[in-house]
């Protein structure tokens, strides 16, 4: 139950495609669902984030979009660029503990 | 530019040397955690102190020992490693302190650790 399960592995998106991830989890005790860029050689960088009491976030090309009832949520990055060449991890946690739950992370190549 | 700085960025050891990693943060954040990432996979929690105080050890070996000196530095003493042990080492902050919640959490670049 305190797993996140993250789609595809691997990804490879056309400049100005549209990337699209996905993550479902199980434990409806989560409350706060980020997403996480991490570069070669780099720590992760907080993407964007979502709370459960909205169905979709936008934060200029990168969009969540968060189905409560089915457990699942998703990553689109709009007109995908070369530079967004990276590991995504989206991840979950709950209110009142420190611990994230990583998913398996996704690498996204963009073709220039 | 990430306002998490760790030292050193790269260390390699042999499995009889003593060393430590260090992290800094001025953000005023009051919780603090050590990560460990293996190549293509997720960040592993190891470690969180909050307010200067272990909070959660995740059932981490001895040969890895955790110290937080003050709000704003945490170390992480390594001592008869296994080559196992190689990894990136995350050392990442949060404002949370009391609530127990991780809130955002900012990262550090890592500290890439090989042991011999």
């Known amino acids: 139950q305190q797993q996140v399960k993250q789609s595809p592995q691997s990804l490879i998106v056309q400049k100005g495609g549209i990337s699209i991830i996905n993550c479902a989890y199980e434990?409806?005790?989560?409350?706060?669902f980020p997403w996480y860029q991490q570069f070669p050689g780099k720590g992760p960088a907080l993407l964007i984030a979502?709370?459960?009491?909205?169905s979709e976030k936008k934060e200029g090309r990168f969009t969540i979009s968060f189905n409560k009832s089915a457990k699942q949520f998703s990553l689109h990055i709009m007109d995908s660029q070369p530079g967004d060449s990276a590991t995504y991890f989206c991840a979950a946690s709950r209110s009142g503990t420190y611990k994230y739950i990583f998913g398996t992370g996704t690498r996204l190549k963009v073709l220039a | 530019d990430t306002e998490v700085t760790q030292t050193p960025k790269h260390l390699v050891m042999g499995m009889t040397n003593k060393k430590s990693l260090k992290c800094e943060q001025h953000?005023?954040?009051?919780?603090m955690y050590w990560y460990k990432q293996k190549a293509k996979k997720p960040p592993e929690l190891m470690f969180v102190?909050?307010?200067?105080?272990?909070?959660i050890n995740e059932s981490v070996p001895s040969r890895f020992s955790p110290e937080c000196p003050n709000s704003s530095l945490l170390n992480l003493h390594l001592h008869a490693l296994q080559p196992e042990d190689s990894a990136l080492y995350l050392c990442a902050s949060s404002r949370s302190g009391l609530a127990g919640e991780a809130g955002e959490l900012f990262f550090g670049e890592g500290s890439r650790l090989t042991v011999l």
């Open positions: 102190y909050s307010y200067e105080k272990l909070s």
């Open positions: 434990n409806t005790a989560f409350d706060y």
């Open positions: 979502i709370r459960p009491d909205v």
């Open positions: 953000m005023g954040h009051r919780a």
